[in-house]
């Protein structure tokens, strides 16, 4: 909806402001009745928000087929966007992930995704039953950080699988790195194929002011993006934009239909009206502080012994970069990760993520020159504690390692039950022997390089397999019945339809010996393992 309408509104805000003023007497869900049920510390917490706490309403418009205020809300937001056609969604991005790939693939279609996408796209191709075709992107060894994949892998990985119906990017990563999403498109189209971004983390990105460039403006089909990540709605609170003729509009509705709730709250769609509102109509003066704030932020880390900021010109292979993003490396003060978190909450400082020997800290628009301060001085006060220690030596005397990850497997044998034990027997010889390690001298910063995925079954197939439970230490060879995901960053090491291989056994210990606790496992320890069994 990209014709000109008045951004100065809030449609959806004004219908509850409305219909509160006309104080009905409610006998309807939900149970507090407009506030007056509700316990009293909930009462304490959100009083004045209570009466907007409203059950599915003919008085106010549908959220699964709006027509009216809402409607215009999701107009005004594509607008806002530059998209043509924007879908409010109340499960978050992981929600807004599943509409955009379950109306591109079906079950048996093949979908070309990073195998650092998030653990919800892993989780959609279970329900849509599409089988993954994996890029294997790119780390940089020095930061331990993905920085995303190229347009000539993409471009090589359409040519290679000109069945995949569709590509899905994840644009920028958690850290900021852009991939060139333009390029992609173009390449795509002209193959016929989709184009899906995860843009979770970049629905704030105004490439005018330095940033990298949107996905809705690179030409991409369907993004889906975290509104309440970096913008200003709830938690929980995110939007799918579309654009073009490649899209199913009304499937899309219908998936919405299908995955979000029937009892959809209305103080979460109201903050995404709230948002966009803010975003319209200020976001270019927010984003401007912003920017400043974060550039000074990094500029007075770099200044400090031990500690180093990573700019744009500091990651080499980046496409582009949201300065907005700060990576805190005290690798230079021998901290790992783990331990230059703790000193951070022991000054209340609390970060995004932890990973090898960085913490990552997002600048947002909620950020002041009071909150940047804190950071510098927190770290300061770091960086006095530590004798400064020079590159490539850490606090417990281990050299910084680095490994090659560009193996990539042959994802054709990944179709059928019949050919799995031929295939299992022979890729994992082939993965194997390129990786051993003795896991008591292995370093954080190996680890935190994901697993390369050797893939046997759809995620669907392997989900709906017979599985058995059985002992870690005897899974070796063994095709995985559950995804293994650890937070930070949300990235599968494991997922199902894939073998468990040395590579990700060892994986796995580090991040058990880092105290770390999957996602995803039915034994949270993970002592044992959820297999397919008799394949």
Request: charged share 20%; net charge negative.
């Amino acid at each position: 909806m990209k014709q000109n309408i008045n951004q100065h509104r809030l449609p959806f805000v004004e219908s509850l402001e409305r219909y509160k003023e006309q104080h009905m007497v409610p006998f309807h869900t939900p149970g507090h009745k407009i506030g007056v049920g509700a316990p009293t510390l909930l009462t304490e917490w959100m009083g004045p928000a209570l009466p907007y706490d409203l059950g599915l309403m003919y008085a106010i418009d549908d959220y699964h087929e709006p027509e009216r205020e809402l409607l215009e809300a999701q107009q005004l937001a594509a607008q806002a966007f530059g998209a043509d056609h924007t879908w409010f969604s109340i499960n978050g991005t992981s929600g807004a992930i599943q509409m955009m790939i379950m109306s591109a693939v079906k079950e048996g279609d093949s979908i070309i995704i990073p195998r650092e996408a998030h653990c919800s796209v892993h989780n959609s191709l279970v329900l849509s039953g599409a089988k993954p075709i994996y890029m294997r992107g790119r780390f940089h060894q020095r930061w331990g950080i993905p920085t995303g994949v190229t347009a000539e892998e993409a471009i090589t990985t359409m040519d290679a699988h000109p069945e995949a119906k569709a590509i899905l990017l994840v644009h920028p990563n958690y850290y900021g790195i852009g991939v060139d999403v333009k390029r992609i498109v173009e390449a795509a189209h002209k193959r016929h194929m989709i184009v899906l971004v995860d843009e979770a983390h970049g629905p704030h990105l105004m490439p005018y002011l330095g940033m990298p460039v949107s996905a809705i403006e690179s030409g991409a089909d369907l993004v889906a993006q975290s509104t309440h990540k970096l913008l200003g709605s709830l938690t929980q609170t995110s939007m799918l934009h579309g654009q073009g003729t490649h899209i199913d509009v009304n499937r899309i509705q219908r998936l919405q239909q299908i995955l979000m709730s029937t009892s959809p709250n209305y103080i979460f769609l109201a903050s995404l009206d709230m948002a966009r509102h803010q975003w319209a109509t200020e976001g270019q003066s927010l984003m401007k502080q912003t920017l400043e704030l974060a550039r000074t932020l990094r500029r007075a880390l770099n200044e400090i012994p031990g500690i180093v900021c990573p700019g744009y010109e500091d990651i080499e292979g980046a496409f582009s970069f949201d300065e907005t993003k700060i990576i805190i490396d005290a690798k230079g003060l021998g901290l790992t990760a783990q331990e230059l978190e703790l000193e951070l909450r022991q000054r209340r400082i609390e970060v995004e993520l932890m990973k090898a020997y960085h913490v990552l800290l997002l600048i947002t628009i909620g950020d002041t020159e009071a909150s940047i301060q804190q950071v510098i001085e927190a770290v300061q006060g770091i960086s006095a504690m530590y004798r400064y220690k020079p590159e490539g030596s850490t606090k417990s005397g281990r050299a910084y390692a680095q490994r090659d990850n560009s193996c990539l497997l042959d994802q054709s044998n990944h179709t059928s039950f019949n050919t799995v034990n031929s295939a299992k027997n022979r890729i994992i010889d082939s993965v194997d022997d390129t990786y051993t390690t003795n896991d008591s001298d292995v370093d954080a910063s190996i680890m935190e390089i994901l697993p390369t995925p050797v893939v046997v079954l759809s995620p669907r197939q392997a989900f709906y397999a017979e599985l058995e439970e059985i002992p870690l230490e005897e899974a070796l060879g063994r095709i995985s019945g559950e995804t293994i995901t650890y937070y930070p960053p949300g990235i599968p090491c494991l997922g199902v339809g894939e073998i468990i291989t040395k590579e990700v056994l060892a994986y796995v210990g580090q991040k058990q010996r880092d105290g770390y606790v999957p996602n995803g496992a039915r034994d949270r320890q993970l002592k044992t393992i959820l297999v397919c069994k008799d394949i």
